[in-house]
């Protein structure tokens, strides 16, 4: 199984900048994706941005240009690197590691609260 700690989540101004940080540990083979999905009151989960193995990065419209993942692949970290936040990304992020070891798995993060004030 595995486990995921996120961090770095906040309240900042509009226009201003946060970073999320998720570690992944435990039962890391075969580890593939890493990304962000957030969660806003009233609405459906949807994918902030995720990041393969092999570096290849996707984004949501909303966030193209203003947001960028990253990830070390060493010790099993993803990073989401967000500026000019706007009201709008208000939410809670959640970290998502999906990967393949006998069997496909998906792990969730606990979710970290993002607010951005007008």
């Known amino acids: 199984q595995v486990q995921l700690v996120e961090s770095g989540g906040g309240l900042v101004q509009a226009g201003g900048s946060l970073r999320l940080s998720c570690a992944a540990s435990g039962s890391t083979l075969g580890l593939n994706a890493m990304g962000w999905y957030r969660q806003a009151p009233g609405k459906q989960r949807e994918l902030v941005a995720d990041?393969?193995?092999?570096?290849?990065?996707n984004y949501a419209d909303s966030v193209k240009g203003r947001f960028t993942i990253s990830r070390d692949s060493v010790n099993n970290m993803v990073y989401l690197q967000m500026n000019s936040l706007k009201p709008e990304d208000t939410a809670v992020y959640y970290c998502?590691?999906?990967?393949?070891?006998?069997?496909?798995?998906?792990?969730w993060g606990q979710g970290t609260q993002v607010t951005v004030s007008s």
């Open positions: 998502n590691v999906r990967g393949f070891y006998n069997r496909q798995y998906e792990c």
């Open positions: 990041i393969t193995s092999g570096g290849r990065s």
